[in-house]
């Protein structure tokens, strides 16, 4: 019926007329109706590092984890439950069953830090073609609500001129696993970036409570 993907996925992101943020940003949003006052919202992100678990999983785990909360963030949403899909290929080799105990390990730790509990999960055993298995992939669905849907922010960027923030600090070992040395120089490997729980959770705060006084 539809002549591309991406206007299906857009008719699906419409369809109800309660849709805030739509798909391609850091999360989308969706209004929850109430006859009383304020309306609330529900933001939902869905991310993995692919080649961070490859390198490290339960360090990977984490930052997927990490990743999540920062883009709830970026709309305004505060992080209330993650429900998770292990991907991985065959079980039967020690390598991978290191790595889905490591995932898991990796993302207990996580949850515990940023305070968000794993309501739900399931996985996906034996994805590989021919003895060659996929990487480590344990897709996080994270959900954030906001208090006040009409506060919440788009992630693109509106208009020329615009000032724009940058927060946080990169450090010479972040560039591990990174897109840059994965498309560029054909390497995926290296130190993965330090994941500081307070200074994520900081950052978080201070990205929300601007948005909430709609300074962003």
Known sequence: FF?????HTRYISVTGVQTCALPSG???VVRLKSSRGREKGIA???DCNSRFCAIDAPKGAALSLAESCRNLAAVGATPIGI????NMPSPENPETMWQI???????GEAARAFEVPVVSGNV???NQTHGQGIQPTPLLDVVGLLDDVTKAVPSQFRAAGDHILLLGETRESDLGGSAYLAYLHGMEQGELPVLDYEAEKRACALVRSL???RLL
């Open 211 to 213: 948005i909430a006084k």
């Open 26 to 28: 850091d999360a989308g």
């Open 124 to 126: 996906s055993l034996y």
């Open 3 to 7: 002549s591309s993907r991406r206007r």
């Open 101 to 107: 105990a490591g995932s898991i390990r990796g993302l």
């Open 44 to 46: 939902i992100s869905l």
């Open 83 to 86: 429900s998770d899909c292990l």
